[in-house]
């Protein structure tokens, strides 16, 4: 089992940055995929962004490329989001994610993630 630790969300302006951190636990944090997800109120759970193993791959949607940019640190066992130009749509709860396969970085499909943390709250004020 892994365990997911999000921290680093709150209250930004229109155009500020923001970065939110997953601390992982319990397995061997390089044979998995890291990503992020975000979900806002009366909507369905989205892809934002992943990682591969070793960090040499990484995947963004479209609306938050650009802007966003991930990365992780392995001796931290810790995945990173830094959010540049942060827009109020980007108001959401964001969810690291964690999957030993291809549900990340392939189907990117929330349904089939293996692990989530808790959650954290961006809110970006217009």
């Known amino acids: 089992q892994v365990q997911l630790v999000e921290s680093g969300g709150g209250l930004v302006q229109t155009g500020g940055s923001l970065r939110v951190s997953c601390a992982a636990s319990?397995?061997?944090?390089?044979?998995?995929?890291m990503g992020w997800f975000r979900q806002a109120p009366g909507k369905e759970r989205e892809f934002v962004s992943a990682?591969?193993?070793?960090?040499?791959?990484?995947y963004y949607s479209d609306s938050v490329k650009g802007r966003f940019t991930i990365s992780r640190d392995n001796a931290e066992n810790t995945v990173y989001l830094h959010m540049n130009s942060l827009k109020p749509e980007d108001t959401a709860v964001y969810y690291c994610?964690?999957?030993?396969?291809?549900?990340?970085?392939?189907?990117?499909?929330?349904?089939?993630?293996?692990?989530w943390g808790q959650g954290t709250q961006v809110t970006v004020s217009s």
């Open positions: 994610a964690a999957d030993p396969g291809e549900a990340l970085l392939g189907d990117r499909n929330w349904k089939y993630i293996a692990h």
């Open positions: 990682i591969s193993w070793n960090g040499g791959n990484t």
């Open positions: 319990g397995r061997t944090f390089s044979n998995y995929a």
